[in-house]
């Protein structure tokens, strides 16, 4: 073993396992080398979960970035030659139909996002699967790509390291444990370990199960949590002895009891000829913090692999029985079953990126072995590029706010998550249980009074809809569906479409209070903006305006959105409570990089925000202002803000929509939005859910909404936002930007499609929710643009107003015209949609609903 080197490019902590190892393989692939790796144990891993992992690979989320990392990784593994592509089945027993509503489901998702799984029957899948009771299936999903990797993962991890050394690129380092981080100011610059003090420019946490005790190290959480997973195994199975197979048959899940089962192939293979049948716990999961986790000596077989008593998981290996009586005729294999340790989190998503404490740290944690490869590849392109092909919010650390890294909070929604992972399916809506009311509005309790019915975002608990309001639903009965299917009527309230109807028709109030609020001030806060912004921020004539503008990353696309109020001094960004922390520690990151003075400070919780919308909405205000006539459109027009007394309180009274309906924004400091709240109510309007702003009226007005329809994949023309000037200053993505201007048309357009049939073929009307493909009618096939882009719906709802499901979906430019008849898929069944508008088209003009005055 070569000297432990005292300085490096890049130190990746956890280099034997397979997240640690993709992560070096594809930063040398990117130019990047003094790599060095270091690893508690041995290289690869003998202790963390890649050693027992099962190892196989399933593309069936719900997810375009689980599917993409998952593809990418079997691909890598394919090319590798450590891959079979052995298929697998995914199961629904007679008398689960849930389940088989939830595999028709992920057919909606293969299709959109470029999978190739199917439905078959309940003969196909014995045909394919012949351990099978044919009896207890009533059908399955097959996924041709579904395999496993071999020998194992482990063994990958192993090949990526030696050829990193071969290269000369990186030096790896086993039973080498970090001790501290060296830190100068808000970065790291070093590791010391057990083998002495190592400096470097950039670290990398890929310590899987540990990679807690990592970052407790930077004085941070990660919000993952290791629980157990029981893995037995039976035999001797020795249908393929002989074979030198790893593995026979198709995978197989039966994820209605939270199990899966395969075979090991050849007796002589690398797990000896048996059949493995691992289980997800339920009711009761076994969570570990890492701090707890045994060390090698004290461990039975690895710190990774607890005890595993088999009445714990009884009842549902019966069940496996019945499905399966091999498992029942062969021996059980007590000395090699164990409780092998994974990793959930709080949100089903791991954490990745840079630290929000210390520049240049950074996390790759809660990796499993499907999407390892993928993994690796965003982080070494993030790090390099300081973006990546794909939309990563969903997995960037920085998408958390400080209430989630609680401890507790961490606890109790890993545990949520763990009960979740393979059964019940889960809803798209689908709200937590766990650590629920930690922000509140300070109204909530007259929002409770009105029998609000609570969803939450960001910590906010938001009203969806009145029960107070129901009487709505007799008065707006001939425009109110009744949604006859559970799935779609799951987690919605019909009163939110009465709300929706009744505020078009007079006015309402929303509470906006989970808005994100980011304020920025000192010497060069303009100047941050203007380069990060493609909208103009900068000047006198924006103070006192409302900037609508958009973030773009180096490519030029969409990266965030914001409305950005400009004060003489200072600037207050308004965010969507799931994209504020993220875009939070962007600007801090750019401010640093580029030197500028900037103050950043997160006022979330320092100010609500009520909306008040609807053609009288100015009728009912007025009544509570000191001058009725500073509200006509001559003293306050639409995009400024200026402070307003509303019933004596000093508010900011920002004129803004997203909803359609004239009206404005109300900002306050939190303790005066009780009797703000109060005195708007003493009007007499009527309080509306936050459905009505958030999806309903936002897509009849065709308004985009971040982290849906707005990403890091498509571009300002793309998605009709661009103004139709670009501003002199150079700002970040400019240049990509007027490339992508001067195309004569753009490769696709966000545009606005509406469902001309909506009937299933039992006769029910569907209210879709979700992700639904866009097929070519004649071809049954999913669109794809000249960049390989697929159609897919990005929002979805049922418009009260225009009577119809609306969608948006990034259209292929060939297929942009409006009236052109298209299909998309809901639960595997098509349906006809039809383009009623290309990029910005509102389907609901609200300026011919005549206000009151």
Known sequence: MSKFPEKAKVVIVGLGGIVGASVAHHLIERGWDDIVGIDKSGIPTDIGSTAHASDFC???????????????????????????????????RVGDDERMQELKRRIDSSKSFGTNASIITAAEAKEKFPLLEEDLIQGALWDPDAGLVVPRSQTVAGKLVDQGEQAGKLKAFANTSALELVTEGNRIIGVVTTRGTIYADHVVVCAGLWGRLIAEMAGEDLPVMPVDHPLTFFGPYNEYEGTGVEIGRPLLRDQGNSAYMRDTGDPKSTEGGQIEWGYYYEDNPRLCHPRDILEKEEARLSPSQRDLELEDVIEPLERAMELTPILAELGYNESHSFNGLLQTSIDGGPAMGESQKLRGLWYAVGIWVKDGPGMGKLIADWMTDGRTEIDHNSVDFARFADFQLDEDFIYSRCEETA?????????????????????????????VELGGHFMELGGWERAHGYAANNHLLEKYADQVPKRKNEWDSRHFWPVSNAEHLEMTADCGIINLSHFHLTELSGPDHVALLEWLSAAKIGGDR????????????????????????????????????????????????????????????????????????????????????????????D??????????????????????????????????????????????????????????????????????????????????????????????IDFRGKEKHLEYRAREHQP??????????????????????????????????????????????????????????????????????????????????TYPVEVAGIGYAPLYDPENTKPRS
Request: proline fraction near 5%.
């Open 635 to 728: 003293n306050f027009p639409f995009g400024s803000f200026k402070p307003l007394k509303v019933s004596g309180i000093l508010v900011d009274a920002l004129r803004i929509s997203y909803v359609g309906e004239q009206g404005w924004e109300l900002h306050m400091p939190y303790e005066d939005g009780l009797a703000v709240w109060d005195a708007l109510r003493s009007t007499g309007v009527i309080a509306v859910g936050v459905e009505t702003y958030a999806n309903t009226r936002r897509l009849e007005k065709s308004l985009r909404l971040q982290n849906a329809d707005l990403l890091t994949q498509y571009n300002l023309f793309e998605a009709d936002l661009a103004r139709p000037k670009v501003k002199d």
């Open 58 to 92: 399933y593309a069936t989320s719900h997810d375009f970035l689980s599917c993409w990392t998952t593809m990418y990784s079997m691909d890598f593994y394919e090319k590798l030659g450590h891959y079979q592509r052995i298929g697998g089945l995914e199961v629904a």
């Open 748 to 829: 696709a357009m966000l545009c606005t499609l509406v469902m001309t049939d909506s009937t299933d073929s039992s006769g029910v009307e569907r209210f879709p929710v979700g992700t639904m493909p866009v097929l070519n009618p004649e071809t049954g096939k999913t669109l794809v643009d000249s960049l390989g882009r697929n159609s897919y719906t990005t929002s979805v709802a049922y418009g009260p107003t225009v009577g119809k499901n609306i969608a948006l979906a990034y259209l292929p430019w060939e297929y942009c015209q409006v009236g052109r008849r298209l299909n998309v898929l809901y639960f595997n069944e």
């Open 542 to 633: 924006n103070i006192g305006r409302a900037v609508y503008t958009h973030f773009l990353d180096d490519e030029g696309n969409v990266r965030a959105d914001f409305t950005v109020l400009r004060y003489e001094d200072h600037c207050r960004l308004i965010n969507g409570a799931d994209a504020g922390p993220r875009d939070l520690q962007y600007m801090k990151r750019a401010a640093q990089d580029r030197g500028l003075d900037v103050t950043i400070t997160d006022v979330t919780t320092q100010y609500v925000t009520i909306g008040i919308w609807g053609p009288n909405a100015r009728f009912n205000l007025s009544k509570l202002v000191e001058t009725p006539d500073e509200l006509l459109s």
């Open 419 to 447: 009960k979740k992972i393979y059964n019940p399916p889960i809803h798209s809506r689908e709200p937590f249980a766990s650590k629920r009311g930690l922000r509140r509005s300070p109204f909530y309790d007259r929002e």
